[in-house]
């Protein structure tokens, strides 16, 4: 196996993949046009096989295992989509497999996994984060033997992955003036960096990644990969601690920029995705198009092409999306209120300090045996952001003391 990755591996893996994979849409998309003042064209990686378009890479590397490897079976971490890729290609290519997803993974993504791989795969839960599920792969691997399918770092499964980007060049029809690409461990955005740079060197190449999980900037600010302290595994599908040691280098030399983008503006990418345009995005696949509104200037020096990578969302995680996005866009707000012992203080909360369109959400007292001398926790929801400055000065006047709980607080945490 090669240890470096080239245009030549990426066609090589074109070729292997065309009778399995989907050759997915590259569509405009009107809401992001307008609001950048640019065509904006979205991959459709949402729509491949598995829905996600890590099974591109996951089959291209388990195709091109020996006789005896393929014997051997396989094993892979995955926090769903990986697993899904790995599930499809053994039960396409009669090899056994085990695939070990963190606690975190979804439902539905965990119950595709087995619905795929049928009686070829097992599933196996194996720690809470994606890092604690890929040690226990690896020491199955060693344990059993079994071929480590890697769901980024090798050049395998990179070449893999690099075929969107040999897709989007052939159906842009001309060299796009921005590739905005997901970032996890970077064998997406290294894929595609590398035909990029080979066939349209001028292309920008954005990489956006959760702001929770942000490995990459922090490899780059620190010069090579490295373990984050904290992960936030929200947006699943990013959510990794630590980058590959084969895709940072690609990333470092061939990437233009590589931005954070806030997991509140995740969701209402995520929402108007669902709402406006009719695509079910999960988290990591309205990276692009959230780094896109939030963080890029506006174009018009040719197409922006954004990565929608995948569209595995569990629907019963949409309260947390729309409470996310709520917050991000400044509609609902939280506070710890301290009513004066007094016959009256709600009904005065109520009267003089809400506004007109101003609801509570929640309402719910913090120490439950003592309501007496104990604050409440109030949610608000305001009809427009810039109420917010108005509400505060109405508490600040009223007899009440009032602490805001902002959204980057650690009490933030017990509310979502």
């Not at 990333?251 to 590589?258: A, G, R, T």
């Not at 952001?385 to 805001?404: F, H, I, N, Y």
């Amino acid at each position: 196996m090669t240890d470096r990755l080239t245009a030549g591996l990426i066609s090589q893996a074109a070729e292997r993949l065309r009778p399995v994979v989907r050759h997915t849409a590259l569509e405009p998309n009107q809401r992001l046009s307008d609001l950048l003042g640019g065509q904006v064209l979205l991959k459709r990686e949402d729509a491949q096989v598995c829905r996600s378009y890590k099974v591109r890479g996951a089959f291209n590397l388990i195709a091109s295992l020996t006789d005896e490897e393929r014997r051997r079976g396989v094993v892979c971490a995955s926090a769903g989509n990986h697993g899904q890729g790995v599930a499809f290609a053994c039960a396409r290519l009669g090899i056994n497999g085990r695939v070990y997803v963190p606690s975190t993974t979804p439902r539905q993504k965990r119950e595709r996994i087995a619905a795929l791989g049928g009686d070829r795969v097992e599933v196996v839960v194996g720690g809470g984060t994606y890092d604690e599920a890929s040690s226990a792969a690896h020491a199955d691997s060693e344990r059993t033997g079994a071929i480590y399918v890697h769901p980024f770092d090798d050049v395998r499964t990179m070449a893999g992955q690099g075929t969107v980007g040999l897709e989007i060049l052939a159906q842009c029809g001309q060299a796009p003036h921005t590739v905005v690409v997901p970032v996890g461990g970077g064998g997406l955005i290294s894929g595609i960096a590398v035909w990029l740079r080979e066939h349209s060197p001028g292309t920008r190449i954005v990489g956006a990644e959760p702001a929770g999980a942000a490995s990459m900037r922090a490899a780059l600010d620190h010069g090579g990969p490295l373990a984050l302290p904290e992960l936030d595994t929200f947006v699943d599908g990013a959510a990794v601690g630590r980058v590959g040691d084969a895709t940072f280098p690609l990333v470092k030399d061939l990437v233009d920029e590589v931005v954070a983008v806030d997991e509140g503006a995740v969701c209402t990418e995520m929402l108007d995705l669902y709402q406006t345009d009719g695509i079910i995005a999960e988290p990591a696949g309205a990276l692009a198009g959230a780094a896109a509104r939030e963080l890029l200037p506006s174009s018009s020096g040719g197409p922006v092409v954004c990565v929608v990578s995948g569209g595995n969302n569990d629907v019963s995680r949409y309260n947390e999306v729309l409470e996310r996005s709520l917050v991000h866009i400044g509609l609902r707000h939280y506070f710890l209120v301290t009513f004066p012992q007094r016959p009256g203080a709600l009904r005065h909360f109520l009267d003089e300090v809400l506004g007109e369109g101003q609801d509570i959400i929640a309402f719910e007292y913090v120490k439950k045996n003592n309501r007496e001398t104990g604050p409440a926790l109030v949610g608000i929801e305001l009809e427009r952001a810039g109420d917010l400055d108005s509400l505060l000065l109405r508490m600040k006047d009223s007899p009440l003391t009032v602490e805001r709980i902002p959204p980057g607080s650690p009490l933030f945490t017990f509310i979502l």
